[in-house]
């Protein structure tokens, strides 16, 4: 199992980002998929999570209405897009793979990407 | 908002027990999950629904669920266990995934 993010880099205040996170070595769909991030030197936050069948999507407080989770199953990816991003959503993003596809209730994470860098700042 | 609740760092000497407990409202309705995290590299899986060890996972660690407290315990600790652990649960009333604030585990 292997997970590789991209698209993280240096925005400005109010800029947009589209994270993407592929996935291999497992079947992508049968499986929920999360984004975490983590600040410098602070500990793991929980930014969203989407379904295997992407029928359900879920988000924290501070990013709903900003950000949006989706995933192309045929393409074994899923993505993070963020608007209006803020100084305080720097951080190294990661995405993983949820262990069930559609019960939240016994979720954990076995596989996590390597992460990807998000730096906002004028 | 539901919080996990984490002390920030345990400290033991080698080739004893370290217990790092989590604690958070209704934890008895909750699978709790716990990852390791070293100093640049991504976290890792090292307990689920409360008691059980991934594949690769060492025997030393093992986990317990009180219903208020959930405690990864780690026999037997050894320099190569030094990481930050944060626990993890899904609180269905506010469908949120939730990790604690982590803990910095110290052997030495």
């Known amino acids: 199992v292997q997970l590789l993010e991209s698209g993280g880099g240096l925005v400005q205040p109010g800029g947009s980002l589209r994270l993407s996170c592929t996935g291999s070595?497992?079947?992508?769909?049968?499986?929920?998929m999360i984004w975490v991030r983590q600040a410098p030197g602070k500990g793991l936050e929980w930014v969203s999570a989407?379904?295997?069948?992407?029928?359900?999507?879920y988000y924290t407080d501070s990013v709903k209405g900003r950000f949006t989770i989706s995933r192309d199953n045929s393409r074994n990816t899923v993505y993070l897009h963020m608007n209006g991003l803020r100084a305080e959503d720097t951080a190294i993003f990661y995405c993983?793979?949820?262990?069930?596809?559609?019960?939240?209730?016994?979720?954990?994470?076995?596989?996590w990407g390597q992460g990807t860098l998000v730096s906002v700042s004028s | 908002s539901y919080e996990l609740t984490q002390p920030p760092s345990v400290s033991v000497p080698p080739g004893r027990t370290a217990n790092i407990t989590c604690s958070g409202p209704?934890?008895?309705?909750?699978?709790v999950s716990w990852y390791q995290q070293k100093p640049g590299q991504s976290p890792i899986l090292v307990m689920f629904?409360?008691?059980h060890r991934p594949a690769g996972t060492p025997e030393r660690f093992s986990g317990s669920n009180s219903g208020k407290t959930a405690t990864l315990t780690i026999s037997g600790s050894q320099a190569m266990d030094e990481a930050d652990y944060y626990c993890?649960?899904?609180?269905?009333?506010?469908?949120?995934?939730?990790f604690g604030g982590g803990t910095k585990l110290t052997v030495l």
């Open positions: 209704r934890l008895w309705d909750k699978f």
């Open positions: 993890q649960a899904w609180d269905s009333y506010t469908a949120h995934v939730v």
């Open positions: 993983a793979k949820d262990v069930n596809s559609d019960d939240f209730s016994s979720s954990c994470y076995d596989s």
């Open positions: 070595g497992f079947t992508f769909s049968n499986y929920a």
């Open positions: 989407i379904s295997g069948s992407a029928s359900s999507t």
């Open positions: 629904q409360d008691t």
